[in-house]
């Protein structure tokens, strides 16, 4: 059973920082993309950053380069995302996300459970 097993999140005043984690098992990610989605409250999910399993590849959203970092540890199994410098627009339910061979809404085989980042001003 393929698991993305999410965790962080949380509440934060604006400009603190946040990290996610995401925990994936159950297949060989080896030929996939793994990332976050976000989706805020009556708007359209959104990917925010990807990265090949394997490494390399990596995707911002234009609305978070510069303050948001993927990265994963190998070691650990586990993919990141670093939030820093965290605006109120960046309020809303994360959800890790795995596809083949790029993240792409549409065409996304598997989902984490969602977390809930709330920021304000």
């Known amino acids: 059973q393929v698991q993305l097993v999410e965790s962080g999140g949380g509440s934060v005043q604006a400009g603190g920082s946040l990290r996610l984690s995401c925990a994936p098992s159950?297949?060989?990610?080896?030929?996939?993309?793994l990332g976050w989605f976000r989706q805020a409250p009556g708007k359209e999910r959104e990917l925010v950053a990807s990265m090949f399993w394997r490494g390399g590849g990596t995707y911002y959203a234009d609305s978070v380069k510069g303050r948001f970092a993927i990265s994963r540890d190998s070691a650990k199994n586990t993919l990141f995302l670093q939030m820093n410098s965290l605006k109120p627009e960046d309020t809303a339910v994360y959800y890790c996300?795995?596809?083949?061979?790029?993240?792409?809404?549409?065409?996304?085989?598997?989902w984490g459970q969602g977390t809930q980042v709330s920021v304000s001003s």
């Open positions: 159950g297949r060989s990610f080896s030929n996939y993309a």
């Open positions: 996300a795995a596809g083949s061979p790029i993240l792409q809404l549409g065409r996304i085989d598997d």
